[in-house]
């Protein structure tokens, strides 16, 4: 079970930090993603890491923007997400997969959390 919050509305420019906490299950081969959804569109790619460490991927449009983090003993990764614009309001959703690659395709993973909402106003 995926538990994912701190979604909220915040003004272009400012910053949020999204958790999601695992519990109920062992995520320790897992790669850890989160994606995000505007109504009418497909669910889009944002950051995946190992739950392991060692690697991290993020989508063009928040690299450099957002930050993939995981506390192990907390069981819970994070999404900092720094210097958001209008076009970051969706969504949020974490998910776990037990793919050994960094998959960017919502097909690959096998767990959801419920989802967050980020606004970003400009």
């Known amino acids: 079970q995926l538990q994912a919050s701190g979604g909220g509305l915040v003004q272009a420019g400012g910053s949020l930090r999204l958790s999601c906490a695992a519990a109920?299950?062992?995520?320790?081969?897992?790669?850890m993603g989160w994606f995000r959804q505007t109504p009418g569109k497909e669910r889009e790619f944002v950051a995946a890491m190992y739950w392991s460490g060692g690697g991290t991927k993020y989508a063009d449009s928040v690299k450099g923007r957002f930050t993939m983090s995981r506390d192990n003993a907390k069981n819970t990764v994070y999404l900092q997400m720094d210097s958001l614009k209008p076009e970051d309001t969706a969504v949020y959703y974490c998910a776990s997969s037990h793919s050994v690659l960094l998959l960017s395709s919502y097909h690959g993973y096998d767990y959801w959390g419920q989802g967050t909402l980020v606004t970003v106003s400009s």
């Open positions: 109920g299950r062992t995520f320790s081969r897992s790669v």
